[in-house]
T-cell receptor, first 113, second 112 residues
Framework: GDSVTQMEGPVTLSEEAFLTINCTYT??????LFWYVQYPGEGLQLLLK?????DKGSNKGFEATYRKETTSFHLEKGSVQVSDSAVYFC????????????FGTGTRLTIIP | DVKVTQSSRYLVKRTGEKVFLECVQD?????MFWYRQDPGLGLRLIYF???????EKGDIPEGYSVSREKKERFSLILESASTNQTSMYLC???????????FGDGTRLSIL
């Protein structure tokens, strides 16, 4: 079946550090890939997405590139801020008529001033 | 902006009680979803609905049922609550299958 594996947390960084959160996937078809973010006390928000190989999703300084050859969708940001502290979820959906989302386990990120 | 509203942020119930979690969306979305979120397990899909009165089982439907009598409202029902159903429950909606899901703020349910 479809699955998503993302790096275990928690991850703690200093402000302005470079961020990478790894995400790899297995899928039976051709998935669309997503990163969602969950700020404290809130539900999930879509951060960015990519729908085909070599697409780059970007938003709020975050980027992720759909790499079919390595089945990866790593999240990166060049200079993190305290306000980026949250839990980040990688997810996929496969075009199959219903397109359910399959989530990774989440990575908790804490940024220290 | 899409608004997905869950009726309670925190809920405490007792083992064996029948529990209702309510979710309402205001953007006329066709599809609605219920997930539970547990540490180390991420989000797992319980049930989803593509239209009024339609429902399909997700990955972990055991012990749950759902109701969708109106397009904007999707209810999750715990028929006889058990302690292993203590969790964060998240509702989501989307207009069409190729569009992103919008989430509510969640209900933290404790079963004592």
């Amino acid at each position: 079946g479809d699955s998503v594996t993302q790096m275990e947390g928690p991850v703690t960084l200093s402000e302005e550090a470079f961020l990478t959160i790894n995400c790899t996937y297995t899928a039976t078809g051709y998935p669309s890939l997503f990163w969602y973010v969950q700020y404290p006390g809130e539900g999930l928000q879509l951060l960015l997405k990519a729908t085909k190989a070599d697409d780059k999703g970007s938003n709020k300084g975050f980027e992720a590139t759909y790499r079919k050859e390595t089945t990866s969708f790593h999240l990166e940001k060049g200079s993190v801020q305290v306000s980026d502290s949250a839990v980040y979820f990688c997810a996929l959906s496969v075009v199959s008529g219903n397109e359910k989302l399959t989530f990774g386990t989440g990575t908790r990120l804490t940024i220290i001033p | 902006d899409v608004k997905v509203t869950q009726s309670s942020r925190y809920l405490v119930k007792r083992t064996g009680e029948k529990v209702f979690l309510e979710c309402v969306q205001d953007m006329d979305h066709e599809n609605m979803f219920w997930y539970r979120q547990d540490p180390g397990l991420g989000l797992r899909l319980i049930y989803f609905s593509y239209d009024v009165k339609m429902k399909e089982k997700g990955d972990i439907p055991e012990g749950y049922s759902v109701s969708r009598e109106k397009k904007e409202r999707f209810s999750l029902i715990l028929e006889s609550a058990s302690t292993n159903q203590t969790s964060m429950y998240l509702c989501a909606s989307r207009r069409l299958p190729n569009q992103p899901q919008h989430f509510g703020d969640g209900t933290r349910l404790s079963i004592l």
